[in-house]
């Protein structure tokens, strides 16, 4: 099911900010098989160094100038909608300064346990310079609330994620043109091909505001220029 082509790489990769999901990805349930999909993000923020050669054509990747993540998925399909968003290229609007210690992530969709689905939910996290605001809908005691809204325009895939928690807010708007996107061509253990149209790309642009809930009221963080995002999203047919 590949393109044609050839390609080969040597690189080294040094994983610098992990997301743990969390106990659905334990190693209990694992053993049990209680999800239809897991995820593992040991690489949300990566550090890639080395070459990448494709067509015999060279590329030199250093970490200066690129901004590498790395996950696994695994389990016996996909969810549907399909939502990953993630970039560590983050510009602070605000100070205008490079936030050089920070990543966030967005993913999910409709989640399934022992072969339920959980509704339209999604997992996230915000490294912000070094301190952890996670939205994670298993870590019910945080209040954790998710609302997304995915659209496919003529020429566009716009997100628009917002996730709160008893203590912090996230807000992500990113598009990416779809003249600069793959559709991904993944066939599931079962043999079947249910995604038909899953977009991704690491082109997409946007904002992320994070908020903390003091006083009773929410105050800005930071509002955060986003560039390099990797994302994704797709829905069965």
């Known amino acids: ?20 999901v969390g106990y659905g990805a334990s190693r209990f349930f694992r053993r049990l098989n209680a999800f239809e999909m897991f995820w593992h993000a040991e690489g949300m923020k990566t550090a890639f160094s080395g070459w990448v050669r494709l067509n015999g054509e060279t590329y030199l990747v250093s ?25 560590n290229d983050l510009v602070s609007s605000i100070t205008g300064q490079r936030l ?12 399934k346990a022992f072969g339920i689905a959980l509704g339209r939910k999604l997992l996230g996290q915000f490294y ?15 209040g954790s609330r998710t609302f997304f809204r995915c659209t496919e325009t003529e020429d566009r895939i716009l997100w628009k994620v917002v996730q709160t928690t008893f203590r912090a807010r996230m807000e992500v708007e990113i598009a990416c043109p779809k003249e600069e996107m793959l559709l991904i061509n993944y066939e599931s253990p079962d043999g079947y091909k249910r995604h038909t149209r899953l977009w991704n790309c690491g082109n997409g642009f946007g904002s992320v505001r994070l908020y903390e809930k003091r006083r009773g009221r929410w105050e800005l963080i930071d509002d955060v220029r986003a560039e390099s995002v990797g994302c994704e999203y797709g829905e069965y047919a």
């Not at 912000?128 to 945080?142: A, L, P, V």
């Open 1 to 20: 099911m590949s393109d044609a082509g050839e390609m080969e790489w040597d690189l080294t990769v040094r994983k610098q900010v992990a997301y743990h």
């Open 63 to 87: 970490p200066d100038t690129c901004y590498g993540y790395a996950d696994k998925n695994w389990g016996g399909d996909f969810t549907s909608p399909w939502v990953w968003l993630s970039s």
């Open 100 to 111: 050089r210690n920070s990543v966030f992530e967005v993913g999910g969709g409709n989640p």
């Open 128 to 142: 912000y310079e070094g301190k952890d605001y996670e939205f994670n809908f298993s870590k019910f005691w945080t």
